[in-house]
T-cell receptor
């Protein structure tokens, strides 16, 4: 099956700093989503981005499908950004286009 | 417009009992997915359902686990004869989707934390 690797595994920032999270995947995808799991365990969909670039406030994401990676940018980080960020992909040509494979996540801690 | 509703939020079962987890998708969503998150691990796909159909159950353990999404009512994930290793957070997600189309973004529920004692 498809492999998903996220880096860095842990990231500690001061409030106001910028950061870039990376997601590498081993095969072609037709679905890529970024999620934030907050300290209470809730999963929030940030972006559906199998290709191209999207922005939503202080967050933006870029997926270069031909090179098999995606980047999540967080600007002017806030303490509420803390949590785990997951990249999840759906393998192109898979028998189940709804199935996502998750990376292990990046644990982000933002200090005031 | 309520999101994906999961209940109960927390469930405690003794070894050997049955656990039933419920998921009501967002209004207008016809696709439901179940994922399991073990402690200190990422999320693992379990099963993908549409109304009255199991589309992909490749992530379901072969025994004791079953899922359904009936014509009326919520999707149910059922675990029979629970063991300590079943303790985990179980998340349900839903999405709209048309036949043959690519997947859309998921909306996750808040999860059910199952503890087996």
């Amino acid at each position: 099956g498809i492999q998903v690797e996220q880096s860095p595994p842990d990231l500690i920032l001061q409030e106001g700093a910028n950061s870039t999270l990376r997601c590498n995947f081993s095969d072609s995808v037709n679905n890529l989503q970024w999620f934030h799991q907050n300290p209470w365990g809730q999963l929030i969909n940030l972006f559906y981005i199998p290709s191209g670039t999207k922005q939503n406030g202080r967050l933006s994401a870029t997926t270069v499908a031909t090179e098999r990676y995606s980047l999540l940018y967080i600007s002017s980080s806030q303490t509420t950004d803390s949590g785990v960020y997951f990249c999840a992909v759906g393998e192109a040509g898979g028998t189940s286009y709804g199935k996502l494979t998750f990376g292990q996540g990046t644990i982000l801690t933002v200090h005031p | 417009n309520a999101g994906v509703m999961q209940n109960p939020r927390h469930l405690v079962r003794r070894r050997g009992q049955e656990a039933r987890l419920r998921c009501s998708p967002m209004k207008g969503h016809s696709h439901v997915y179940w994922y399991r998150q073990l402690p200190e691990e990422g999320l693992k796909f379990m099963v993908y359902l549409q109304k009255e159909n199991i589309i992909d159950e490749s992530g379901m353990p072969k025994e004791r686990f079953s899922a359904e999404f009936p014509k009326e009512g919520p999707s149910i994930l059922r675990i029979q004869q629970v063991v300590r290793g079943d303790s985990a957070a179980y998340f349900c997600a839903s999405s709209p989707g048309t036949g043959g189309a690519r997947s859309y973004g998921y909306t996750f529920g808040s999860g059910t934390r199952l503890t087996v004692v």
